[in-house]
């Protein structure tokens, strides 16, 4: 009996606060009410767990009862009171729609209904108290409660039933209180802009006020100014006439300047078209060297562009050279080097010919026909064969074939010129050959080791003209 009579009178108190607070003050005040709730039914939860030792007693039921019915008629004006607070506010509503000046009347009421809501508060506070101080009573006595509790449970439907129809009601009363609050601020906004406005219009009032004091200032002075040039236009007057008169012989100068600048201008125009001529002589001028001079820089780079390319060949050759002829350039045998834009293969001593010959070996053969492979597939580069000898005089049983090292030197480079053409497919075009005798050493001749080196034959690669 003791838990639906709890949540009666909270149900109470919810809905005579939703009546007197706003919607803030009731979130604040719900929040409270929860944890006063949460601690009643921790309390309630404690009276369950007594209720298995409670004793029958029909005298604690009959004042439970009446109890009761004092709680229905505590709520019949609390309802009473709802209602009468619910037209006040409503009536509050319409004038605040009517007028902005209504608005301090409705502070006024807030204020009371928050002095009211303190009282409802203190009242609260005291009920509580006086129920846990009642539940303590109970406790003691609680023993003798729960037959009539039995039978009291029977109507709690009936209760939970009018809980849920004041619940409802709540709901409606507060989303009416949000309305209200919502047209408060509504009007309070209205309020403030019209505050805003008036403050706009004073100043605007007071700016005009000054400029009217401050245009009387200026007309006061400008009728001052008047005066004052009255009296300057007469003294202007004098001056004008005055200055007419100068005018008139200016005139007069100016008539006769203007004659000698027209013949001097007339003269300075003759010099000008002579000067115009010079100058347009000067620019045909100038543009046939800058024609010329960029012909030839066109010139120079193709030159340039086209030496390049006969470099990045002859770079090609060499690479190639010394990646076929390899075996013979480690044994010293073939020697390569650069030379402004050229490159010198040398064959040394008897790669190509045997001593007192001028008959290509096998070997000779075999490393021209290699050499040649190459030389065909770059085609920028002509061919010069030179033959050169060593000091020795020739035999004695050859000098009726080669008298002396020219013709001996000369014969190998044609050898191998002829080599080149005849088995190895180069064009004779390229070629050309000559001899040296001994008289281009690359080493001294007193000894064998020098001698060798300079019999040999040289195949300069040269960049065609």
Sequence with gaps: MRKPKLIYGLCLVCIFL??????????????????TRAELEQKINQIKELQSNLQSSEENANKLRNEMA?????YDDIEKADRQLSQTLEGLGVELEKKASMVQQKDKIIQEV??????????????????????????????????????????????????EFREKKISEQAKTIVDLDQTKRQIETNLEDLK?????????????????????????????????????????????????????DLDSTKQKIENDLTSAIASREEKIREIVTVVTELDSTKRQIENKM????????????????????????????????????????????????K??????????????????????????????????????HDIIIQGHTDDVPIRQEMRNRFPTNWELSTARSTAVLRFLQDKAGIDPDRCMACGYSFYRPVAENDAEEGRRQNRRIEIILVPTR
């Excluded at 939703?18 to 944890?35: D, H, I, P, R």
Aim: glycine letters at 2%; one cysteine or more; proline letters at 0%.
């Design 18 to 35: 939703s009546a007197c607070v706003s919607k803030e003050k009731y979130s604040e005040l719900e929040a409270t009410l929860s944890e």
């Design 70 to 74: 004092a709680l229905q008629t505590r």
């Design 114 to 163: 928050d002095e009211t809501r303190q009282k409802i508060e203190t009242t609260l506070r005291t009920q509580l108290e006086t129920s846990e101080q009642k539940i303590k009573e109970q406790v003691l006595i609680i023993a003798d409660l729960n037959n009539t509790i039995f039978r009291l449970e029977k109507s709690l439907p009936e209760l939970k039933a009018q809980v």
């Design 196 to 248: 805003a406005q008036i403050q706009t219009r004073d100043d605007i009032i007071n700016e005009q006020n000054k400029a009217i004091a401050s245009i009387n200032n200026s007309k006061q002075q400008l009728e001052a100014d008047v005066e004052y040039l009255r009296g300057l236009v007469t003294v202007r007057q004098e001056k004008l006439d005055r200055l007419e008169q100068r005018i008139a």
């Design 294 to 341: 960029r012909a030839e820089i066109e010139a120079r780079e193709r030159k340039i562009a086209a030496q390049e390319r006969k470099i990045a060949e002859l770079n090609n050759t060499k690479r190639r050279i010394e990646s076929d002829l390899k075996n013979q350039i480690a044994t010293h045998q073939i020697k390569l080097k650069e030379m402004a834009g």
């Design 343 to 380: 490159l010198k293969v040398t064959f040394v001593d008897k790669l190509l010919f045997d001593s007192g010959s001028v008959k290509i070996n096998k070997e000779g053969q075999e490393t021209l026909l290699t050499l040649a492979e190459i030389l065909r597939k770059y085609q920028s």
